[in-house]
């Protein structure tokens, strides 16, 4: 996944970045698993919102910045684009704070020599997997096996 996380409707999965888990020896995983019933809305402003903490949202929030401050001198430009991306960033947090609250995170850390976390988060990576994989599950019954799998984990 070389970093970028891969969101679905359950959640998120977020992996080191290929370049910084090589220098670092190890590569972390995380697992954010929302609440049941989080609706389309919910996960775009969540990922608005994640990509804020994350590298392609710095970039991206960079190349704009460079974009404004070329069309419109560094100080309008830039003070915009700030202004714009911080109402961007604080409307998806607001929003997004009960859910954020609510959702549950599995961690692992994988090394040459260990894994820490590894059978608890290949678990859930797998019951998750499968509730992606089956196509023949109706609404209520996906949002019942998400239910089930986010009840596993405490909060």
């Given at each position: 996944m070389d970093g970028v996380s891969a969101h679905r409707r359950w959640g998120r999965l977020d992996v080191t970045p290929l370049q910084i888990a090589r220098a670092r020896r190890s590569l972390d995983a995380v697992i954010t698993i929302y609440p049941p019933g989080t609706t389309k809305a919910e996960s775009r402003?969540?990922?608005?919102?994640?990509a804020g903490t994350q590298w392609i949202g710095w970039i991206t929030a960079t190349l704009l910045f460079l974009t404004a401050s070329a069309a419109f001198g560094l100080w309008p430009g830039g003070i915009c684009v700030a202004l714009m991306l911080l109402a961007v960033w604080?409307?998806?947090?607001?929003?997004?704070?009960?859910?954020?609250?609510?959702?549950?995170?599995v961690r692992a850390r994988f090394t040459p020599q260990s894994s820490l976390g590894d059978e608890r988060f290949s678990a859930i990576a797998s019951a998750l997997d499968d509730l992606d994989q089956r196509r023949d599950r109706d609404p209520v019954s996906y949002e019942l096996e998400w239910g089930r799998i986010f009840n596993q984990l405490t909060p």
């Open positions: 402003a969540l990922a608005v919102h994640g604080t409307v998806a947090a607001v929003t997004t704070d009960s859910v954020r609250r609510r959702s549950r995170v």
